[in-house]
């Protein structure tokens, strides 16, 4: 399999391992996959099996014992992933949310990529965070050799909790930054340096610059195996539907490219909080990021670039597979509370927002198919908004977030040019 440019006319192809190390395009465009395979003996199989005969149908220029190996490297003892009646619980990994179902694999695929490219160079992380991604990226890459990470989060958009783990973070190849802007100021900088050729040039000689961000192909293709999985342990025939709270489009264009592979999928229902910029794309076609910015109680989710969003646009002509709405705050806090009445459970405010709008859909439409709510993210890291909707209920947090507090802030810096902290870092 090999991967081109949504940018590129000419579709030059490039190996797995060269778009892992590049992240974004130089073009500015996102890796895609020249076709989609063909997966369909996923009944009955572990995790691992599944997410092995995933990324071997990608990673072509990984051996399977490589494959078979990191997986298990990332996974035997941390595996994120775990269904819950009709919630697929994707937080159990190292930072107890959804993205260290492809960060704890990430470094393994990253530095073999580098050897099989034979480069001689330490790889710079860059990552622009809305909370989740930098934690799961710094536990994922510290003190990984030839790896340094440097991430930036919007230093009013991230939640305390959020916060605290990323600069309390022990590795001595991790740098973070708080940047005085919302998380699109910050992912727009970060992709101004990949697209810098000179910029990056300064540093050739001893660095060579990726990204940890769901532009990467690393990211997308690891997640595409708890769709399957989810499909297996359900135990259905039928087709199923999946609730995916959404921001970057990165969790649910996994559940696409699932679709294209041949997991019969009935709908993915897209839920976005207030910044509904992709909840008013589906419903008229038209992606409009001009508008005021909102900050929610699901701050992982307050984008209005949507990055993989590109990958999407560039494979479809229709959108059928898909349906949209949003959740606003005062429902998202309605909706941790309903859940916790009705069934004992408790959500995040991110989960909240899916299970809103699959309640709404449900309402709308009566589809009885079996939807699967995706669950991005621990309730112990929105302390704050599970106390609003339901007072004292949480007890023990788990491991990855206790006592937060009592730990050293290791990284108190803040930035308003990435630039110039990327210079500085470096040298
Ligand atoms: C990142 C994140 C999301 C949004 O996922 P995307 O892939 O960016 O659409 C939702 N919930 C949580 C908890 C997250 O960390």
Redesign the pocket.
Known sequence: MEYFSTRDPDKNKISASKAIITGLAPDGGLYVPQSFPSFSDFKGRSYEEIAFEVLRLYLSDFSDEELKDYLHLAYHDRLPVRLHGNYLELYHGLTS???DVALQLYPHLLTASLRKNNIDKTAVVLVAT????GSAALAGLADVPDTKALIFYPIDGVSNFQKLQMTTQTGKNLSVYGIQSNFDEAQKQVKQVFTDEDFKAEFSDKYIFTSAN?INLARLLPQIAYYFYAYSQSEINDKINFAV????????LAGYYAAKMGLPINKLICATNTNRVLDDFFKTGTYDTNRQFYKTL?P??D?LVSSNLERLTYDCASYELFVSDYASDEETLATIKKVYEEEKYII?P?TAVAKCVYDKYYDQTKDETLTLIMA??SPYKFPETIRTALGDVLKQAPTPLLDLDKKTVLHPGVTSDIRVTIKEVLS
């Open positions: 949310a959804f993205k809305s909370g989740d991604t769901s709270p959404t921001g970057n489009f990165g969790n649910i699901s992982s989710m984008v995040d991110h991005t993210a």
